[in-house]
């Protein structure tokens, strides 16, 4: 069975800060992994995925992720936080099955 | 392309009322899913369908609540009789058949049971 933890239900950092808000997976196979933004008020929308190729994955608003097999991680960062930015984050994984699997997201404050 | 439209966007009944929300996916998507977001149990898979067929709806939290998929760009979620604690924000998504592809989530439907 797949599942995915997200560490740290709650993140704040300063404006201008790196931001890393992380994601690990459990799969027996090579997943396909998302990561999806959240506004307040909205529904989810795609911020970047991995399917095949390069690890290192770039998506919207600065945003990238890579990921480590060996670590069975793919966590999300930006080198420099904006206001912007505030909103939750879920991790996600499909499987060969096309079944979905969520985090259960990260709230991200960005500090003034 | 309009992306998956939910109607209505928000809506507020008494409990015992039967509550239906609409769902129409992106055209040419293969499945769609219905997922229900408190602050409480967070965001959670009620039901998904592949080709308008239902295949796992182990996420249904129990009889008052069911879903219908009559055709390729049309859903429904019925509760009957609502509660109280149905209250949530209930979103619909859709995606293309193969894995590699993401779900587009449509912008919700905030349900307010008094």
């Known amino acids: 069975a797949q599942s995915v933890t997200q560490l740290g239900s709650h993140v704040s950092v300063s404006e201008g800060a790196l931001v890393l808000l992380r994601c690990n997976y459990s799969?027996?196979?090579?997943?396909?992994l998302f990561w999806y933004v959240q506004y307040p008020n909205q529904g989810l929308q795609l911020l970047l995925k991995?399917?095949?190729?390069?690890?290192l994955v770039k998506g919207i608003n600065g945003f990238e992720a890579e990921f480590k097999k060996s670590e069975t991680s793919f966590h999300l960062t930006k080198p420099s936080a904006h206001m912007s930015d505030a909103a939750e984050y879920f991790c996600?994984?499909?499987?060969?099955?096309?079944?979905?699997?969520f985090g259960t997201g990260t709230s991200l404050t960005v500090i003034p | 392309d309009a992306g998956v439209i939910q109607s209505p966007r928000h809506e507020v009944t008494e409990m015992g009322q039967e509550v239906t929300l609409r769902c129409k996916p992106i055209?040419?998507?293969?499945?769609l899913f219905w997922y229900r977001q408190t602050m409480m149990r967070g965001l959670e898979l009620l039901i998904y369908?592949?080709?308008?067929?239902?295949?796992?709806d182990s996420g249904m939290p129990e009889d008052r609540f069911s879903a219908k998929m009559p055709n390729a760009s049309f859903s429904t979620l019925k509760i009957q009789p609502s509660e109280p604690r149905d209250s949530a924000v209930y979103f619909c998504?859709?995606?293309?058949?193969?894995?590699?592809?993401?779900?587009?989530f449509g912008p919700g439907t905030r349900l307010t049971v008094t």
């Open positions: 996600a994984v499909r499987n060969t099955g096309n079944q979905f699997y």
């Open positions: 055209s040419g998507h293969d499945y």
């Open positions: 998504a859709s995606s293309l058949r193969q894995g590699r592809h993401e779900q587009y």
């Open positions: 369908f592949n080709n308008n067929v239902p295949i796992d």
């Open positions: 991995y399917t095949t190729g390069a690890t």
């Open positions: 799969s027996s196979v090579p997943p396909y």
